[in-house]
């Protein structure tokens, strides 16, 4: 049996653990190398993807700072999430404030750290994205549209940094960028519709609150057809392998997203449909694989 100070100390590893997201996280460190692996270096040795230091460096950084993202948009949004999820945000006040704000400097610190063994570029990079994750917490989140491109392309800025590192201008990686945009988009809309309580409470300007639900409504039917354009344009015109199951089922579940937004009305229901985007996204993660299912056996 553990004690008391045990239970308690495991508690706050659970809370910091939710603070930061840490199973996004992987998520994310996994989407980057099976990234590198199937579209940003394709005709490199699977070793050589793997194994290379100057990859696992850039990976770490973008891990230190979108955890560090986490902490401070946890930080200023403490009172909104007590309105919005009170369960997590009663399990995420286990760990102080002070707290967070220390290991939130000590993440940005190894950030750079990481950084500089790549280049004095990567430096700057990800000190520009330490800086601009610390604005869109503070300041941009609170703006409609604004708010929700920069939280785009925030999330999709880790990817940036492999693509930069492999210079693989290719028109497919653009193509699978922008559906992967698309979908993030899609998802910080259906988000700010879910957390409209805690935006009006707070006067956080989202799009909901400041043009209603029914215009959000407009703009994510918008946002889908594009996304579903994307998809079909992955689907006819690259080669993609058998990625297509993937696509094509993310039409089908988009479709059903669609007639599920125009009946929805209620928190419950929107973070249903934020379910459904988020399941996409995860999912297209590991479908990444049929590119080419065989491409790992024959590149070890």
Not at 11 to 40: H, P, T
Request: a positive charge.
């Amino acid at each position: 049996m553990l004690s008391r100070a045990q239970k308690h100390f495991v508690l706050k590893v659970f809370s910091l653990f939710s603070v930061v997201r840490g199973y996004n996280i992987l998520i994310v460190v996994i989407a980057q190398y099976l990234a590198s692996i199937y579209i940003f270096a394709p005709h490199f040795h699977l070793r050589d993807v793997l194994f290379d230091i100057y990859l696992l460096m850039l990976v770490l950084a973008s891990s230190a700072v979108i955890a560090s993202g986490y902490i401070i948009n946890n930080f200023y949004d403490s009172e909104k999430d007590l309105i919005n999820r009170p369960n997590k945000s009663m399990l995420d006040r286990l760990v102080s404030q002070n707290t967070k704000l220390s290991i939130y400097f000590t993440l940005n610190f190894l950030a750079i750290i990481f950084a500089s063994y790549v280049s004095f570029r990567a430096v700057i990079f990800f000190a520009l994205y330490i800086f601009a994750i610390w604005l869109y917490s503070h300041k941009l989140k609170k703006m409609p549209i604004t708010g929700n491109l920069v939280s785009a392309i925030l999330t999709v800025t880790p990817f940036f940094a492999i693509f930069i590192y492999y210079r693989n201008f290719e028109l497919v990686v653009f193509v699978h960028a922008l559906f992967l945009f698309m979908l993030i988009s899609m998802r910080e809309l259906t988000k700010d519709l879910e957390n409209i309580k805690g935006d009006l409470a707070l006067n956080y300007r989202t799009i909901p609150v400041v043009y209603g639900e029914k215009i959000s409504k407009y703009l994510l039917t918008g946002a889908l057809v594009i996304t579903c354009i994307t998809a079909m344009i992955l689907v006819f015109y690259f080669e993609i392998g058998h990625m297509y199951y993937f696509f094509y089922t993310s039409v089908i579940l988009l479709l059903i997203f669609l007639l599920l937004l125009w009946k929805s009305n209620r928190k419950a229901h929107y973070l249903w449909l934020h379910n459904i985007l988020k399941f996409i996204i995860v999912a297209g993660v590991f479908s990444i694989v049929l590119i080419n299912i065989n491409l790992v056996l024959n590149r070890l």
